[in-house]
């Protein structure tokens, strides 16, 4: 039976009032082991914005930094496999939240991909190793920032990188080859959509979302997806989504100077491939990559791994790593 004009404005009243304090609902609480992620690191004041970052002294011998990347929209801990044993191969290794993400500020903002490389560099010359040797692992949003690096790095542009090394993973390297989630297409359009779908976020639409890049066996723990919408909400981050995605478009507007520097740079530059995820599909992205690395460095894992192959495939993501960084 249809609802009246009557009935569907009560309703509507009715409705109103739960909308907004749903709104108005506090961020979660930090989890104990975001407790201790967050513990374990520190924070640094880019243009009056707090930005986390982990710096931990590792391996003694080689004097090298490693510095990691995270996607969207997540954070920083998701290196958390990794982290440990990456340690035991670099001096330092280095990963922080990029503005917008994780315990990071997340302002009301016009964000970029440019603006978050000049937060790695300005945290790269705050911690003192600018102009050190340095290697990059990115992931998704995060391969964005490791391309303007590498640009900056090749035009020697002043505070560049001295980058010694990329491995790049399942992120968006070329905007033709890179297919968003619907809910990110809605979130960007700048319709009236936007704003009330970035209000109304809640976990069970952010883990209905995250769960589609993740490969059928290679789920998270109902821990993890928890951890990583707690961390989402930390400041408010929701309300920062749509601005945040800005980065698609800047992937385009940024397309030839950001690709032809893999093409021409003598940086040694791995990829590392989950071959079911949705947002880079097997086999085209690979093959772009290929046409467009001189010296293509590939490793495709197992079909079953998707878009988060750090998470979901820790020992052969650091396998394939390792075998990239031995072989110069």
Avoid at 83 to 89: G, I, K, M, T
Avoid at 265 to 292: C, E, M, W
Wanted: charge should be neutral; hydrophobic fraction near 40%; glycine fraction near 6%.
């Amino acid at each position: 039976m249809q609802m009246s004009s009557k009935g569907r404005f009560l309703f509507a009243l009715f409705l109103l009032p739960l909308l907004a304090v749903y709104v108005n609902l506090p961020a979660p609480p930090l989890t104990p082991m975001l407790l201790q992620w967050q513990d374990s690191g520190s924070f640094f004041i880019f243009e009056q914005h707090s930005i986390f970052y982990k710096d931990v002294r590792g391996y003694p011998g080689n004097g090298d930094a490693l510095i990691l990347l995270h996607g969207f929209p997540t954070s920083s801990y998701d290196w958390s496999k990794v982290w440990d044993v990456l340690s035991q191969r670099y001096t330092r290794v280095i990963l922080l939240d990029f503005l917008g993400f994780g315990f990071s500020a997340k302002p009301a903002h016009k964000y970029s991909i440019v603006e978050q490389a000049d937060i790695v560099q300005s945290l790269c010359d705050y911690l003192e190793i600018v102009g050190k040797k340095v290697h990059i692992i990115s992931h998704d949003y995060g391969v964005s920032v490791a391309q303007e690096l590498l640009a900056r790095y090749e035009s020697r542009a002043e505070g560049h990188l001295n980058i010694k090394s990329i491995c790049f993973s399942n992120g968006g390297l070329f905007p033709e080859t890179n297919h968003p989630r619907l809910l990110q297409k809605l979130l960007k359009d700048g319709s009236l959509l936007s704003p009330i779908l970035t209000r109304l976020s809640n976990y069970f639409l952010f883990k209905s979302g995250l769960r589609e890049v993740f490969g059928v066996h290679t789920q998270p723990s109902r821990e993890r997806f928890w951890d990583m919408w707690v961390a989402l909400r930390r400041n408010d981050g929701h309300l920062a989504l749509a601005s945040l995605l800005g980065y698609i478009e800047e992937r385009w507007e940024n397309r030839r100077r950001w690709i032809g520097v893999l093409n021409e740079t003598r940086v040694p530059l791995h990829l590392i491939y989950g071959p079911a995820d949705p947002v880079n599909p097997h086999p085209s992205f690979v093959q772009r990559f290929k046409s467009v690395v001189s010296e293509s460095a590939v490793t495709v894992l197992p079909a079953h791994i998707s878009h988060y192959p750090h998470l979901e495939d820790p020992r052969g993501f650091l396998h394939a790593y390792f075998t990239f960084v031995n072989s110069f």
